[in-house]
């Protein structure tokens, strides 16, 4: 099993480091913001690299003195970019509960067309957000919606604008739809195009051609270039709107290649779901477009490959991520743009101080430019006596922070001098 797999991902591995590299031209940016210089992220002249974190719940919170002592905390750990949700969006028989809770919202569906919040309870703690973070010299990259349920993503476009007929890929074909996101986006951009604490725009977390509550349709398998075409038309026209900060996918970063890994399991051969085009993505043919500035991907092999991954099983998680790491970095060479890891995790304490190390380790090998576990977790929070249910299963618990299994908490020096 695992000799198929690996023998096939390593040969075109070693086929993408062959090809010759494309070159990128610099674009000059107004003092303070972050560019590009061909692999390399610039601020003002000089190479910035950094250590990242993932905090979507910052706009979550309710008290402003928690965003201030998360922004602290994160400064103090050498943290230089957080990324961060510009999405939440929420449902007209939503808004009752939401308000009693106190539930940050941006967006209120009741209809094809949706309301701004830009009032307390909603942009306005995002503005807290951005300004907090320019206090401690942090930039934030800001994602303007998501591929998933969470906090309102796509499929809510889809639900109020098509109806119970739509795929979700009709999300990135759509004109309604897309007029529509458009619009949010343009909200966001020009709230904040002029901040020196945005590092870049991030088009859609985690793009695929199916979501958690929708399928997707005969125009999303592969070759068909759907979600490539989406990233090119979003990002020409986020460009159109910001000639100055970075923009980049927010996709996995999955591949479209001709020959996939093969994946054995009770015997049966498969191609490599994130190798095979299935997911909508082409993590080459994406980082090529003259709009998207560098490449982004996420790396999650426990939870992806469940199948694999059992005692006895000689699969492995920090094999598996280290290939594909190298296979992005291998990519980004060839095309000449920056790479960063933005989001990548393991359950576990054990797995995480094992395993991080030589992940962390392939990414200074391969000149990564940035790299960002998933997630961030704060202490000490105060906001209604230290507990309070956010939505779904995120909570801040006595103090602490959502936990989805993966964060890592300010008191985890074991995880946290991995990255420093």
């Not at 539930?103 to 995002?126: A, E």
């Not at 000639?243 to 093969?262: C, K, L, N, R, S």
């Amino acid at each position: 099993m695992r000799l198929v797999l690996w023998t096939a991902l390593c040969l075109c591995v070693e086929a993408l480091a062959a090809r010759v590299p494309d070159t990128t031209q610099r674009r000059a940016v107004p003092s303070g913001f972050v560019t590009t210089n061909g692999k390399q992220f610039e601020l003002d002249g000089a190479p910035f690299s950094f250590v990242g974190a993932n905090v979507y719940w910052l706009p979550l919170l309710t008290s402003s003195d928690d965003v201030e002592l998360t922004f602290q905390d994160i400064q103090g750990q050498g943290i230089k970019v957080v990324r961060t949700w510009g999405f939440n969006a929420i449902n007209g028989s939503e808004l009752a509960g939401a308000i009693e809770s106190g539930l940050t919202y941006y967006q209120l569906w009741n209809s094809s067309q949706w309301i701004l919040n830009d009032g307390p309870q909603g942009l306005q703690r995002l503005d807290n957000v951005v300004s907090t973070a320019a206090k401690y010299d942090i930039r934030l990259i800001i994602t303007f919606t998501n591929n998933w349920v969470g906090y309102g993503g796509s499929d809510l476009f889809l639900n109020w604008i098509v109806g119970s007929e739509a795929t979700h890929d009709l999300f990135f074909t759509n004109k309604d739809v897309i007029a529509s996101y458009q619009s949010y986006v343009q909200t966001i951009v020009d709230r904040y195009k002029n901040s020196s604490s945005i590092f870049a725009w991030e088009l859609m977390n985690e793009a695929r051609c199916i979501s958690d509550t929708l399928p997707a349709g005969p125009n999303c398998i592969p070759g068909t270039e759907t979600l490539n075409t989406w990233y090119r038309q979003q990002s020409d026209f986020v460009r159109s709107l910001d000639p100055d900060h970075m923009i980049t996918t927010g996709g996995e970063g999955q591949f479209y290649w001709a020959q996939p890994p093969v994946i054995w399991t009770d015997n049966v051969p498969a191609s490599d779901y994130n190798f095979d085009g299935r997911a909508g993505e082409d993590f080459e043919l994406d980082l090529r477009l003259p709009n998207i500035d560098f490449g982004s991907y996420h790396m999650y092999p426990q939870t992806w490959y469940p199948q694999l991954d059992f005692p006895g099983s000689n699969f492995s998680v920090e094999d598996w991520g280290l290939n594909w790491m190298q296979a992005h970095a291998d990519t980004a060479d060839m095309v000449g743009k920056p790479v960063i890891i933005e989001e990548f995790g393991l359950t576990g304490l054990d797995n995480k101080t094992t395993t991080y190390p030589s992940w962390v380790q392939r990414a200074l090998d391969t000149n990564h430019a940035g790299i960002m576990p998933w997630q961030f977790g704060q202490l000490n929070l105060t906001e209604s006596g230290g507990n309070r249910l956010i939505k779904y299963a995120d909570q801040i618990l006595d103090g602490a922070s959502p936990n989805d299994g993966f964060a890592i908490y300010t008191n985890e020096t074991s995880v946290l001098d991995i990255f420093t």
